[in-house]
């Protein structure tokens, strides 16, 4: 009973949206590439070398805010990428982005090694202050989390940027007949989520740490995944879906569970993601268009 109890207090239930931020922030990235009409799985690639550059950019210059620049940029440059080869050359959108988490990985161990000497964790770098809202504290990337479901709700579904790219993944020839241009809509879109990707990579790094680990976004680019499609590609859902799995997250590492181990109650997010989409994928409808590259013209 008493752990239980301990499942539903309110600290716990407050302290999810920390848990939760990098999930909000690579979801709602999701939203915006996944409406457009391309698949984003390198979210986790994107959000792992976010958390490596804002360590790094944090540490040179002794900003953090500018490690924030740093992570966003790191983002940016690995949708770039995943931009110029599916959008502009269609190649398949799967195998680019799983290359793009495999290089990404790589890519953080070997500079973990060049720049620092080390094979695991990085220095220590300057972190974000905390703000503290009803007894706990929050870094300011919690709050731009929050602040963003809105920004982006509004957006997508009250202005006519939102509609054309709404429209572009659920019928792209039409759109194109009404002069608006796919495939610029989709790279943009995708440049968007690689900048939330990699914002949720400096929340785990320098907000919520001080130093970069190996391989610590853990499968949460994946994990954001599911709380778009549980949240069926609607920035308010994913929000909903995304605190869910803070949710868990926060249950498995603050609650005592006494007689089980350690290692299955550190499952239990991941558990919980393939439970969702076992249970959910079939009966969630993404846009029409989704992973089909568009050529000018086609019917």
Excluded at 54 to 64: H, L
Aim: net charge positive; hydrophobic share 55%.
């Amino acid at each position: 009973m008493e752990t239980i109890a301990q499942m539903f207090t309110l600290p716990l239930l407050l302290i999810s949206f920390r848990y939760a931020t990098p999930l909000i922030l690579a979801a709602l990235g999701g939203v915006f590439n996944e409406r457009s009409g391309v698949i984003n799985i390198a979210l986790e690639g994107m959000m792992l070398f976010g958390a490596f550059a804002a360590v790094y950019g944090s540490g040179v210059t002794g900003n953090p805010w500018i490690g924030v620049l740093y992570s966003i940029g790191a983002g940016l440059a690995f949708a770039l990428i995943l931009a110029i080869v599916c959008v502009t050359f269609k190649a398949d959108q799967i195998v680019v982005a799983t290359g793009i988490n495999i290089f990404a990985s790589g890519l953080t161990i070997y500079f973990l090694q060049v720049l620092y000497g080390v094979a695991g964790t990085s220095p220590r770098a300057p972190r974000l202050p905390s703000i503290r809202i009803l007894g706990m504290r929050y870094n300011p990337i919690t709050l731009i989390a929050v602040a963003l479901v809105p920004i982006v709700w509004f957006i997508l579904f009250k202005t006519p940027w939102g509609l054309r790219i709404r429209s572009i993944g659920e019928h792209p020839s039409a759109a194109d007949t009404l002069g608006i241009n796919v495939n610029r809509y989709r790279f943009i879109c995708v440049l968007i989520s690689g900048a939330l990707a990699g914002l949720a990579g400096a929340h785990l790094s320098i907000g919520e740490f001080s130093a970069f680990v190996r391989e610590m976004s853990q499968g949460r680019g994946f994990i954001a995944l599911a709380a778009m499609i549980f949240g069926k590609w609607h920035p308010v859902g994913a929000f909903g879906a995304a605190l869910l799995f803070g949710y868990a997250e926060a249950i498995s590492i603050r609650v005592d569970f006494a007689f089980i181990p350690s290692e299955l109650i550190r499952a239990i997010p991941y558990v919980l993601t393939i439970i969702v989409l076992a249970g959910f994928i079939g009966k969630a409808i993404p846009p029409k268009a989704i992973g089909k590259p568009y050529f000018k013209g086609e019917d």
